[in-house]
């Protein structure tokens, strides 16, 4: 287990295009960092850098200490999870996961041992027989796992390893890579674009954007203090909300009527001309159904619903908007930049499922103004984020990570004393 | 399906059989024959009789047969070796280098694949006899190289091309060598593929009849299609008929063992080379 | 067609440097190329480009190799002594009577063929698979043999079995005459040759994806339209790859002439006609103009394919 440096890390292809532009990033001992953003944002490169499969064109690539710039794979001791598993067609499963002790010339009762370890993890025992062709997709992908665990390696890492996978079994092995994960306390640099993959998994989320880090932070940070419009839109589902806006005295004018600003984000936006809001879904409600009490900290609104999506738990509605043009071409570029395909310019609007509200009507909306962020169209920088509120936040994770790294180690020393004994 | 629809696939089934093996059965049948019986008017010979085998094998044809036999094996096997080492090489280059004679060197195997033989023996013929190579094995095993090189290069660039390569990179990970890396990984991938293409090449080199007629004189390196084609013209006895027969059943032997087993294989290296190449 | 084929998964390669600059690894990656591939392209432009520039070399002398001394340059005269002689056209004739005979036959039966191993009930594929692979290894002089065999007045079964047939008779002479010694000469081949035909459209049968069957028939189309609107238009490429190569290898069609009918009775082709012209006759000069001239058909064969079909190699190799 080891702790991985990035310092300055620049990756160039012949054509002078920088993939990787500049990052650097550390990360701790035991910690499971996800890398996201849209394809093409450099997040494999970056991981194959850290693995060893890529050259770096600058900057130091630390591993435990160590700098490892021009050391072969296999000098650097890390075990890989390939998004199409890359499991050898010609060996059976237990060989399959044999294959890096194999390699190590451990001798043939430890790697027997190690394997069934390994298999009993990850409930593969009655398949070690089988060759892989003849798997699951989820068994396939258990078995790049066992191959993963099954040496002492520095650090984990997993390029999209579930992207080939159904939903159902996605959100399965999602839970058991972090179970795994907190159970062994290994590093874990794990590559997606799936933002709840993102969520859920990582300690901290390294957001990257045309091979530039933009945000490196816990998962609550990323959605409460986004730095930019980018991370913004990027984290979340449905996605943020941006209104165009402009600004006199506190009280913003938006196409969902007027919303007031507390001092603090007041002063972070005087002076400016056309800015954006950018709003949750959730922040929203059917202005019914809100407690008298907190009436009074949002604003209501009147507006037409076009769509509404009722989930049973939960209830979305869509209410188109007027949008100048120009802020209307900056959130196409945005959504295009975010791989997805927003057509038009409507919030979605989440509102309780017992709501009433029915599409082509019009309803009476509250928002809460508390929880706004304010964007410079421009630029896309976040202008009312709380550094400190989100630094808080960060905070509280790695606090929570460290205590369940300790743990995970106890239970270790306790079971190898037992072992042992 | 229906009952019915299955009885008519299970006939055409049968008709298909029939239609491939009918003539193999006759040769067969007609090696049995003795020379009395061979003109008999009937598929089946009267009484089975092994004469025009010991004819052949022990008789007075031996010394032509035997060493064509042996002729035959030796020259297809060795042109089949080195096509196969020579198409490995270019054949990795295609599937997994990025460089501009790919195209070329495809196109020159198709090029060469089409090449009408008889084009080539003319020339050849005067040149083996001016330089020596007339009548010997490598001037055999030479043209026979523009017969299995081609499709040795077609067939095993489709195969290799289906080679998940990146399986030496996670080799690598899982801490190989770049040696290791080929030698565990990439050669249990690529070896039926190259064996696939030997079987191949094998059979098209086995087949071979105008280079075994036209640059060849004696025993010393004619092939047996080509004693076969010429057992007629010597009239060392008078019908030879029976010891065609029976030759032509000894040398279907090894084709029809690969084919048996290797059918699967053979027919996706036979479509992969052509249709995917 | 092979677009159904699964994607490669790319995802591992790294981007390649664009063409223009070149890196020190696309060059070094250029150079290991060559490196590997020469040998092969090498031995390859040895055997063939080399004995072929030698046949025009040659092809312009009148030279025998009985009469060394008395060789002369001669310039086209050779090609017009051939192209002036009958002996030629029938040749021509009769390669491609047996080309356009076979190659249809083989086609139709061909296909025949590879419909009912796509639909035959999986227990007896392999068995069919086997089967049909024999024809194929089985080596042409065995395979002349025994159809010649077969045949034959004295050893022959074929007019006993078909004597009731009109116009055959216990000494009906198949190879007496020109059409009867031709068909015979056909039937050898088509059984020979047929299965790799099958074998092809059959992948390429295979790569017609169920789901527009079950498609075309939800649209209402019969078995027949759904062979002639689904089937065939998607198969057009496989059908032409197997076209191109059994046309271009039935032109040049030998061994089964040689042992059948030693070109008498007008059944010499156009590779026979080489043959003797060079290995019986020694003839070098005209030998090698008339295998100029069998090089150059099969060049315009394969020019008019690739033209005029629009055979795309390329896009039937499955190449990007």
């Known amino acids: ?421 | 399906m229906s009952r019915r629809e299955k009885i008519w696939w299970i006939v055409a089934g049968v008709l298909i059989v029939l239609y491939a093996l009918a003539p193999i059965a006759w040769i067969v049948s007609l090696s049995f024959k003795a020379p009395s019986d061979l003109a008999n008017g009937q598929f089946l010979p009267t009484d089975a009789s092994t004469e025009n085998y010991s004819l052949i094998l022990t008789g007075a044809a031996s010394d032509l047969f035997l060493p064509a036999l042996r002729n035959s094996f030796g020259i297809c096997l060795i042109a089949t070796a080195i096509s196969c080492v020579l198409a490995m090489f270019a054949a990795y280059a295609i599937a997994r280098l990025d460089f501009p004679g790919k195209k070329l060197i495809l196109g020159t195997a198709l090029g060469v694949a089409i090449f009408p033989v008889i084009s080539i023996v003319t020339p050849l013929f005067n040149l083996w006899r001016n330089i020596g190579l007339y009548d010997t094995w490598p001037g055999l095993i030479i043209p026979y190289l523009s017969l299995t090189l081609p499709i040795s290069i077609w067939t095993m660039s489709a195969f290799f091309r289906e080679i998940p390569w990146e399986m030496e990179q996670a080799a690598q990970v899982d801490g190989a060598t770049t040696w290791q890396a080929f030698r565990k990984v990439i050669v249990p991938l690529a070896a039926p593929g190259v064996f696939t293409t030997a079987i191949i090449a094998f059979f098209i080199a086995w087949n071979d009849f105008v280079y075994g007629i036209s640059l060849t004189s004696t025993s010393a390196s004619r092939p047996v299609p080509a004693a076969l084609g010429l057992f007629s013209g010597a009239s060392q006895f008078e019908d030879p008929t029976g010891a065609i027969a029976a030759a032509a059943v000894i040398v279907t032997i090894p084709v029809v063992a690969l084919v048996l087993l290797f059918q699967r294989r053979i027919v996706a290296g036979l479509t992969n080379g052509a249709v995917k190449g | 067609m092979s677009t159904t084929t699964l994607p490669p998964t790319e995802k591992a390669a790294p981007v390649s440097a664009p063409a223009g600059t070149t890196s020190d690894r696309a060059r070094s990656e250029r150079t290991l190329g060559w490196l590997l591939a020469g040998p092969a392209l090498l031995v390859m432009l040895l055997v063939t480009a080399y004995p072929i520039l030698q046949a025009v070399y040659d092809s312009l002398f009148d030279y025998r190799l009985t009469d060394p001394e008395n060789r002369s340059f001669t310039g086209l005269s050779n090609y017009w002594v051939i192209l002036t002689d009958s002996t030629w056209w029938i040749a021509i004739g009769v390669t491609v009577f047996i080309t356009a005979v076979t190659v249809a036959v083989e086609l139709v039966l061909g296909f025949a063929l590879a419909f009912v191993m796509a639909k035959a009930l999986s227990a007896i594929r392999p068995v069919l698979r086997a089967a049909i692979l024999i024809p194929y290894a089985v080596i042409t002089v065995v395979s002349a043999f025994a159809w010649k065999f077969a045949f034959a007045i004295d050893t022959g079964f074929i007019n006993k079995w078909f004597g009731w047939l009109p116009g055959i008779s216990g000494d009906t002479d198949w190879f007496g005459g020109q059409w009867s010694a031709l068909f015979v000469v056909c039937v050898a081949e088509i059984w020979k040759t047929t299965p790799f035909i099958s074998l092809l459209l059959l992948a390429g049968l295979a790569q017609v994806p169920e789901v527009l069957q079950e498609a075309a028939k939800v649209d209402g189309a019969t078995w027949w339209q759904r062979l002639r609107k689904v089937t065939l238009p998607n198969m057009k490429a496989a059908i032409m790859v197997a076209l191109l190569f059994r046309t271009l290898d039935a032109f040049r069609v030998f061994d089964s002439v040689f042992v059948m009918t030693a070109g008498a009775n007008h059944t010499e082709t156009v590779s026979f006609l080489a043959y003797r012209q060079t290995i019986s006759r020694l003839e070098i000069g005209l030998g090698s103009a008339v295998s100029v001239l069998l090089f150059l058909a099969v060049v315009l064969i394969a020019a008019v394919f690739i033209k005029g079909f629009k055979v795309d190699l390329a896009q039937a190799r499955g190449e990007r």
């Open chain 1, 1 to 421: 287990m080891a702790s991985i440096e990035m310092k300055h890390i620049v990756k160039q292809y012949g054509d002078g295009f920088p993939a990787v532009n500049d990052v650097s990033l550390d990360i701790a001992e035991g910690e499971f960092m996800i890398l996201v953003g849209p394809s093409g944002c450099g997040k494999s490169t970056l991981l194959r850098m850290i693995v060893g499969l890529e050259d770096i064109t600058s900057g130091d690539m630390v591993i435990g200490g160590v700098r490892v710039n021009d050391k072969a794979p296999r000098e650097r001791n890390l075990s890989m999870v390939f998004q199409n598993y890359a499991l050898y067609p010609h060996l059976t499963v237990f060989e399959n996961i044999a294959f890096p002790l194999r390699l190590a010339k451990v001798p043939d009762d430890e790697v027997k041992r190690r394997v069934n370890d390994a298999a009993d993890v990850l409930e593969l025992h009655e398949h070690l027989g089988r060759k892989p062709a003849n798997l699951s997709g989820g068994q396939r992908q258990r078995v790049a796992m066992g191959r993963a665990i099954v040496r002492q390696a520095e650090a984990f890492l997993f390029d999209e390893p579930l992207s080939n996978l159904d939903a159902k079994l996605r959100g399965q092995m999602r839970t058991e890579i972090s179970r795994l994960q907190r159970r062994l306390g290994i590093t874990t640099v794990y590559v997606t674009h799936d933002q709840t993959e993102a969520m859920t998994l990582g300690d901290r989320v390294c957001v990257l954007r045309k091979g530039k880090i933009q945000q490196v932070a816990s998962p609550r940070e990323l959605y409460e203090q986004p730095v930019n419009l980018f991370v913004a839109g990027f984290i979340g589902s449905p996605p943020m909300n941006f209104l165009p806006a402009t600004i006199s005295g506190n009280e913003l004018s938006t196409p969902f009527g007027p919303i007031a600003l507390d001092e603090r984000r007041t002063a972070a936006v005087a002076g400016r001309d056309l800015l954006l809001v950018g709003i949750r879904p959730e922040y929203f409600e059917d202005a019914s159904l809100v407690d008298e009490a907190k009436l009074p900290l949002g604003s209501t609104f009147r507006a037409r619903v076009d769509v509404t999506e009722w989930l049973g738990d939960s209830q979305f509605a869509y209410i188109p908007y007027e949008a100048p043009e120009a802020i209307t071409n900056q959130l196409r570029d945005l959504s295009r930049e975010l791989d997805a395909e927003e057509l038009r310019t409507q919030a979605i609007v989440s509102i309780d499922s017992t709501s009433r509200i029915r599409e082509g009507r019009d309803a009476e909306f509250w928002l809460d103004s508390r929880k706004v962020h304010v964007f410079d169209p421009q630029t896309g920088e976040n202008l009312t984020r709380d550094a400190e509120a989100g630094a808080a936040l960060t905070r509280m994770a790695t606090e929570d990570r460290v205590e369940q790294v300790e743990e995970a180690r106890a239970r270790a020393d306790g079971s190898t004393s037992v072992g042992a004994a």
